[in-house]
């Protein structure tokens, strides 16, 4: 869920800190070495960007200004970890936003909500599901994947709509709230594609899974 609005600089310049403060960690943090060293991980990473740029543009607008498109972020998450699941969201959305000649200062608002804060969200998730104390494979798809999925795509929504209610017009905020029950919608088919990514690939190529560990799940 995101808004085509522009406004001032007073509503976007937050997001923007926020969004800025964040790559320069996930830039700092981010396994570079690891994932230049191995081709097979930067063909997936690009294959990643492209992928989630396309699917971002099957979307809903609702009068003029209210977006909604598929996430698609908790398994970038699970597969790349959260550094550079930040800057592979990142990067597809620049790349979506030119092909709709859509990319601007207020940008950072939607960049937020949409990459932001799924990829915080699905870190956190991972976090919880690693201080479990029993490992099973099917908590860790389930849980990273599907219901994972579900969690991000209500910490966008929550988010999103506290940033308009703090910062936004009106009008704006009457359409979030208004139509908020699309995102309750959104929750199963995000967390059904993101849960079959998961699966799909720690099942066939667990290499590629950074945040998977065999010898915890399969021992």
Request: charged residues 10%; glycine residues 8%; contains cysteine.
């Amino acid at each position: 869920m995101l808004f085509v609005y522009h406004g001032g600089w007073h509503y976007w310049i937050l997001a923007l800190a926020c969004v800025s403060l964040a790559l320069l960690w996930s830039g700092w943090r981010a396994p570079w070495r690891q994932l230049l060293s191995a081709p097979a991980r930067q063909h997936a990473f690009a294959l990643t960007v492209l992928g989630l740029a396309l699917m971002w543009q099957l979307k809903v607008v609702v009068e003029a200004q209210f977006v909604l498109h598929p996430l698609l972020m908790m398994w970038v998450v699970v597969v790349f970890g959260p550094a550079l699941a930040l800057w592979a969201g990142t990067l597809a959305f620049v790349l979506s936003a030119l092909f709709n000649g859509e990319l601007g200062w207020w940008s950072s608002v939607p960049l937020l909500t949409t990459v932001l804060v799924p990829v915080a969200t699905g870190a956190l998730v991972l976090q919880l599901i690693d201080r479990l104390r029993w490992r099973n494979l099917f908590v860790y798809m389930l849980g990273g994947g599907f219901f994972g999925a579900m969690v991000t795509v209500q910490a966008m929504a929550l988010v999103q709509w506290l940033y308009i209610f703090l910062l936004g017009p009106e009008p704006l905020l009457v359409i979030a709230s208004d139509y908020y029950y699309l995102t309750l919608l959104m929750m199963f088919p995000e967390g059904f594609i993101n849960g079959a990514i998961v699966t799909t690939l720690t099942v066939l190529a667990p290499d590629l899974v950074k945040t998977f560990n065999d010898r915890e799940y399969l021992q």
